[in-house]
């Protein structure tokens, strides 16, 4: 198993973007308490800004940040990093009806639902891995041909 393997299997890194510090700080701690590496940003110019420096399994980000689609724009930018990070948008104000938003990610997770929270986390971590690991099989099978 190369080290970057065993890196990702031992401590997921996580970027969660959440304009509230209070939402912010009480998920990133609980992130943390569960195991998970935890970077933060405040904005959605600071979260593209540490994708861009930093490779991360899964970015959670909060659907309104300084603008109501700055949440999907986050994704959207994540989306397009080579890492391909699995994606969610977080929300402390949100509706029944409201579990899958358009094509811009997997689950739209409510902070108030701690364990169905890590649950959806270790789950969407664990998608991108196996996600992962396939294309590299791909890609090393096309390369023995």
Do not use: F
């Not at 108030?112 to 090393?140: Q, S």
Request: hydrophobic letters at 40%.
């Amino acid at each position: 198993m190369s080290s970057s393997n065993a890196r990702e299997l031992a401590l997921a890194r996580v970027l969660l973007v959440d304009d509230d510090p209070t939402a912010r700080l009480t998920l990133e701690t609980l992130l943390k308490a569960s195991g998970y590496h935890v970077d933060s940003a405040a904005s959605a110019a600071e979260a593209v800004g540490r994708m861009d420096e930093g490779e991360y399994e899964l970015v959670l980000s909060d659907l309104h940040l300084e603008s109501p689609d700055a949440g999907y724009k986050v994704l959207a930018h994540a989306k397009m990093m080579d890492y391909e990070p699995a994606t969610a948008l977080i929300s402390s104000s949100w509706s029944e009806g409201q579990s899958q938003v358009g094509d811009s990610c997997e689950v739209l997770i409510a902070p108030e639902e701690v364990p169905e929270l890590l649950t959806k986390v270790a789950d969407l971590i664990a998608e991108r891995a196996t996600r992962r690991m396939a294309r590299e099989l791909r890609h090393g099978y096309a390369l023995s041909i």
